[in-house]
């Protein structure tokens, strides 16, 4: 009797023992199951924040720049430029409001030329030439210049027909002199997009140097 006690007894302990096992397997399994949704919901997160943040750069880096508050200031939008080379010279200078001068200056001839470009018809319409051996005889037989532009304002005239918007300076470093020239610009011509021609107009010019004064001392 006591014998079939003690089985049931360890049957009963045995049963016991493995409903606890499978609460237990099942206990895990359901925690590995919400790690497993946790890692995997963090993961996805990460990959999203990842390709928000890719887009977000794109999008500022191809946004206009009027659109990210960058502003030229505008003596930069319509600054004048100058180069040259041993024999050649150029620069530009605004005509008037609506139009912009290129100057070109061939040292070998004495040749200043301007062109000035039609914006509205896109395309070089008037022309102004003058040579500067005459005003800087002291150049000699292998002339160097030098080539710049400066704006001019409050320019006194008749309504239509007076001096364009800038002058155009050419040095004579040898000799230390100068001399500008202005174009003749007519606004009623250029209203009507017509072609314009003429000569450039000698404003003046000057000693900058003593120069000349030394350079005919050594002779």
Same mark, same amino acid.
């Given at each position: 009797?006591d !014998?079939?006690?003690?089985?049931?007894?360890?049957? #009963?302990?045995?049963? +016991?023992?493995?409903? +606890? @096992?499978?609460?237990?397997?099942?206990?895990?399994?359901?925690? +590995? *199951?919400?790690?497993?949704?946790?890692?995997?919901?963090?993961?996805?997160?990460s990959?999203?924040? #990842?390709?928000?943040?890719?887009? #977000?750069?794109?999008?500022? &880096? =191809?946004?206009?720049?009027? =659109?990210?508050? *960058?502003?030229?200031?505008?003596?930069l939008?319509?600054?004048?430029?100058?180069?040259?080379?041993?024999?050649?010279?150029?620069?530009?200078? @605004?005509?008037?409001?609506?139009? +912009?001068?290129?100057?070109? $200056?061939?040292? $070998?001839?004495?040749?200043?030329?301007? &062109?000035? /470009? /039609?914006?509205? *018809? %896109? =395309?070089?319409?008037?022309?102004?030439?003058?040579?500067?051996?005459?005003?800087?005889?002291?150049?000699?037989?292998?002339? =160097?210049? $030098? $080539?710049?532009?400066?704006?001019?304002?409050?320019?006194?005239?008749?309504?239509?027909?007076?001096?364009?918007?800038? @002058?155009? /300076?050419?040095?004579?470093?040898?000799?230390?002199?100068?001399?500008? /020239?202005?174009?003749? &610009?007519n606004?009623?011509?250029?209203?009507? %997009?017509?072609?314009?021609?003429?000569? #450039?107009?000698?404003?003046?010019?000057?000693?900058? !140097?003593?120069?000349?004064?030394? *350079?005919?001392?050594?002779?």
């Open positions: 009797m !014998s079939t006690n003690n089985m049931d007894n360890s049957e #009963l302990n045995s049963s +016991e023992s493995a409903a +606890e @096992l499978k609460k237990a397997t099942e206990n895990l399994s359901s925690q +590995e *199951i919400r790690t497993g949704k946790s890692l995997s919901f963090w993961k996805g997160a990959i999203g924040m #990842l390709i928000g943040a890719t887009m #977000l750069t794109v999008a500022l &880096w =191809q946004r206009p720049a009027a =659109q990210t508050g *960058i502003e030229l200031p505008p003596e939008l319509r600054a004048s430029a100058t180069h040259g080379t041993n024999n050649f010279a150029v620069a530009t200078g @605004l005509v008037s409001d609506d139009a +912009e001068g290129v100057f070109f $200056l061939d040292f $070998l001839t004495g040749e200043l030329t301007c &062109w000035v /470009y /039609y914006p509205r *018809i %896109q =395309q070089f319409n008037a022309k102004f030439t003058t040579n500067v051996a005459a005003a800087l005889p002291a150049a000699g037989q292998n002339p =160097q210049y $030098l $080539l710049v532009t400066g704006t001019m304002t409050g320019v006194v005239g008749a309504a239509n027909a007076r001096p364009g918007g800038c @002058l155009v /300076y050419v040095v004579e470093p040898t000799s230390g002199t100068f001399v500008a /020239y202005v174009v003749p &610009w606004r009623a011509v250029e209203k009507q %997009q017509a072609p314009q021609a003429g000569a #450039l107009v000698l404003a003046g010019g000057g000693q900058v !140097s003593s120069r000349g004064a030394a *350079i005919r001392d050594n002779k």
